[in-house]
């Protein structure tokens, strides 16, 4: 059998040769004379921390992109498979529900069960399935997204207490629901202001907010102050030739987006490449321009935190890891092969479903024991279904 972490190691291996072509530890500050002051030390520590924050985002790229092909190698055919059963007994079901011999209520199980399977197929787009969902549903499909939408927004405006604009793109209950959170998250956004007003009125900031906004402003100032510098050298007039002056625009074009995102690490590097600035000289800086310095780090730290758990996220939710796994190669292997053994389950499930449907004994009980499974399954979102 293939392993898993062979598919990655290669990658894994060009990440770092990457990293350390391009590490923001070569910007770590070394003692001039004396031992490193605290605050340079804190700066040093910070640039560690961002170029293993940053390998951890390549690596989970790397993972996510090598896993994705077997994923969908392995799945698609099964899901195939399973569309095409799917598919065999809703026209099983429509076909045995235009002929006589079933009671009322087999009828109308097994048209709940033929729309509840054509489901699984309408919202891959097969219009076949639903106009056989229509065909046998007391509402049409389109009634149905109407009135899930419509019960939506009562509830959305309930909780907003006002009514949501007449908007011509809310047209489902998706697009309600998403419309309502964001007013909600608006309204919650503007209550919390309003509140820090309410308090700054009240009374004075203290020290440590007065001195958090300077060291803030401070921050913001240098960032402006090295892009400024960069900007200066790297004007295309000041090019000798045409190969230096395209040398400056590739390096003022990723001026420009380091600067977009805040990003002091890139910046420092480009400083180093057009031999602005040395490690020695960020050294010899004041006490006051490292904590600038520093505090920027710490934000770019929690940018790429918080940038690395929502690439966790995507991958547990695009893989089917469970929230409180660790994405790494073993899960991704493992979740894949429990994903195959439910699928093939299932598949020898509706096998057997499909020969009962053809008999017309088999098939009735077939029924009973379906109209059990939802029973005991009543609050399934697709019982809720109105037939």
């Not at 006002?162 to 309204?187: H, K, T």
């Not at 400024?228 to 050298?233: C, I, K, W």
């Not at 449907?357 to 609050?379: I, P, V, Y």
Request: contains cysteine; glycine residues 2%; aromatic residues 4%.
């Amino acid at each position: 059998m293939h392993h898993q972490p062979d598919l990655f190691s290669s990658e894994i291996e060009d990440i770092h040769q990457q990293t350390s072509d391009d590490s923001a530890t070569a910007l770590k500050l070394t003692p001039q004379n004396d031992q490193l002051s605290p605050s340079q030390q804190r700066f040093n520590r910070l640039l560690e921390r961002i170029d293993k924050l940053k390998a951890q985002l390549v690596e989970m790229q790397v993972m996510r992109d090598a896993h994705r092909p077997v994923y969908h190698q392995k799945l698609t055919p099964l899901r195939d498979r399973h569309n095409l059963c799917v598919r065999e007994m809703v026209f099983l079901l429509d076909s045995r529900l235009q002929r006589k011999g079933l009671s009322a209520l087999q009828e109308r199980i097994a048209a709940t069960m033929l729309c509840n399977l054509s489901m699984q197929l309408i919202v891959q787009g097969d219009e076949e399935m639903r106009a056989l969902h229509d065909k046998h549903s007391r509402e049409s499909l389109t009634q149905k997204e109407q009135a899930a939408m419509m019960d939506m927004r009562e509830m959305m405006e309930d909780m907003l207490g006002e009514p949501l604009p007449d908007d011509e793109s809310l047209d489902s209950a998706q697009d309600v629901f998403r419309a309502g959170m964001e007013r909600l998250r608006e309204a919650e956004a503007a209550e919390q202001e309003a509140r820090q007003r309410a308090r700054t009125r009240k009374k004075k900031p203290s020290a440590a907010q007065l001195q958090a906004i300077a060291d803030q402003e401070a921050a913001e100032t240098t960032l402006r102050k090295i892009f400024r510098q960069l900007a200066s050298a790297l004007h295309p007039d000041r090019a000798i030739d045409s190969e230096e002056r395209d040398r400056k625009t590739v390096l003022m074009s990723e001026a420009n987006a380091a600067y977009d995102r805040r990003d002091l690490v890139a910046l420092l590097q480009i400083q180093l490449r057009v031999e602005l600035a040395d490690t020695a000289s960020i050294a010899k800086m004041a006490e006051e321009k490292i904590a600038a310095l520093t505090l920027l780090l710490k934000q770019q730290v929690q940018e790429l935190e918080s940038e690395l758990q929502q690439q966790r996220h995507d991958a547990r939710h695009e893989f089917g890891l469970k929230s409180y796994e660790t994405v790494s190669v073993a899960n991704l292997h493992r979740s894949l092969r429990a994903e195959e053994l439910c699928f093939e389950r299932d598949l020898i499930a509706m096998q057997q479903d499909l020969q009962q449907l053809t008999d017309d004994k088999h098939f009735k009980r077939w029924l009973k024991d379906q109209n059990r499974l939802l029973q005991e399954s009543a609050t399934d979102v697709f019982d809720d279904w109105r037939y």
